[in-house]
Every structure is written in C-alpha cells, then in structure tokens.
C-alpha cells in the first residue's frame, strides 16, 4: 500500500496563493489515481481535485475550478495541488488520496490510501 504525506498549508491572506505536496511511498505512484479531498470543521468532507495515473486527466469541483491546479511528478511521487485567488471558505484541512483502481474520481470511497492532512486557513 502507498504511504501519503501531505505538506504545504499554513495561514493565508484571502487572494494569496499556497501549494500543496503530497509525497508517496510504499507503492507504484504511477499506478494510483491521485485526489485531493478538505474538511471544514463541522462540515463533510469534499472533492476538490483528481487526477489521473498519468496525468493526462483532471476533475476538479465546481468551487475551485479555474482557481485550483492538480498536476503530478511520477518521478518524483508527488502530487501538486496549486491554489490561488484563496477565500476563507476554502479553509480546511487537505488531504491527499490514491486510488488503486478507478472507481471514479469525487467520491472518497472510491480512494483506498489516505494522508494525514495539512491544515489550510485563509484569513479575510
């Protein structure tokens, strides 16, 4: 199974922009799909990102889209995920997810390994 660290959150400004990393281990990167998931306190967690094992694919949830980039470095086993024009409501903690096979891309059952999470706050 693949081992998921995520890192690159922290405290923003609304309009700054922040990448995240997520670094792989223990498994083929190449061979999993990639997403990345938030939580809000007190609310579910939600899609924001997928991309696909060779990077050709990406989805991405209406609230990011065109503000959110997911890219991945199979040599590298990592997956990117670049934000700006950042709001407060995009305040969350982030995690990054692979899939083994795919199964779709939103719905976090469809993703077998998950990070720990790296928190994101977006000051107004």
């Known amino acids: 199974q693949v081992q998921l660290v995520e890192s690159g959150g922290g405290l923003v400004q609304a309009g700054d922009s922040l990448r995240l990393s997520c670094a792989a281990s223990?498994?083929?990167?190449?061979?999993?799909?990639m997403g990345w998931f938030r939580q809000a306190p007190g609310k579910e967690r939600e899609f924001i990102a997928a991309?696909?094992?060779?990077?050709?694919?990406?989805y991405y949830a209406d609230s990011v889209k065109g503000r959110f980039t997911i890219s991945r470095d199979n040599a590298k086993n990592t997956v990117y995920l670049q934000m700006s024009s950042l709001k407060p409501k995009d305040t969350a903690v982030y995690y990054c997810?692979?899939?083994?096979?795919?199964?779709?891309?939103?719905?976090?059952?469809?993703?077998?390994?998950w990070g720990q999470g790296t928190q994101v706050t977006v000051s107004s």
């Open positions: 991309i696909s094992w060779s990077g050709s694919n990406t």
């Open positions: 223990g498994g083929t990167f190449s061979n999993y799909q």
């Open positions: 997810a692979a899939a083994s096979k795919f199964r779709g891309y939103g719905n976090g059952y469809a993703y077998d390994n």
